[in-house]
């Protein structure tokens, strides 16, 4: 797997000194929703992109979540999203990545599964939970929902990376928000 024009690095982009590189392209696939105060994060992205260059960025459609996820800080609309985007970039511009009838389906049975697990708290005690309690259990009960979706979209297809499209018309249906930003 090494190659030699390939790093691996762990860096804090608020930090200046951290690195200096530039690139034609940044990107940034859900990361946006578990950061707790987004302009520096954002600002180190666009310091980041070269002259010329982009930012393409993907985030949750809160307008389409259908169940918590304790690790997200914060999930955008669209309309929010390029709220926050414009205050750093110059130019944004807001996609929407949806999926075809088979990842439809699939995501159907993933909020029926969450909501017959969430039937079982119905005074909401998981919000009473020490957060490390929280998180274990998410991780595991999304691997079951997950199996339980496959099964109940009535296919062991997997879901590839052609059963989805990104484009610009009914963004707020989109299972994805996808930004395309210029400094």
């Known amino acids: 797997m090494g190659q030699a024009n390939l790093s691996f690095r762990r860096l804090d ?3 200046p000194e951290g690195f200096k590189e530039q690139f034609d392209l940044v990107l940034n696939f859900q990361v946006l929703e578990h950061i707790e105060n987004e302009p520096p ?3 180190g992205l666009k310091a980041r992109i070269k002259p010329g260059g982009q930012l393409m960025l993907t985030t949750p459609n809160i307008l389409k ?5 304790p690790y997200h800080v914060r999930e955008y609309t669209c309309a929010q999203l390029r709220d926050l985007l414009e ?3 110059s130019e944004v511009e807001i996609l929407g990545m949806h999926g075809n009838p088979k990842v439809t389906a699939f995501d159907a049975g993933r909020e029926r599964a969450v909501k017959r697990i969430l039937r ?3 005074l909401g005690l998981r ?3 020490p957060q490390g309690l929280v998180n274990a259990g998410f991780a595991k009960l999304s691997v079951v929902v997950r199996r339980s979706a496959r099964r109940q979209a009535g296919t062991a297809e997997q879901i590839r990376p052609d059963d989805f499209q990104v484009r610009s018309e009914a963004v707020d249906e989109a299972l994805d928000l996808v930004a395309l930003c210029r400094p």
């Open 13 to 15: 982009l608020t930090d």
């Open 41 to 43: 994060f954002l600002e």
């Open 65 to 69: 979540t259908f169940s918590e996820n």
């Open 87 to 89: 205050k750093i970039f």
């Open 120 to 122: 079982l708290d119905p």
């Open 127 to 129: 919000n009473l939970l």
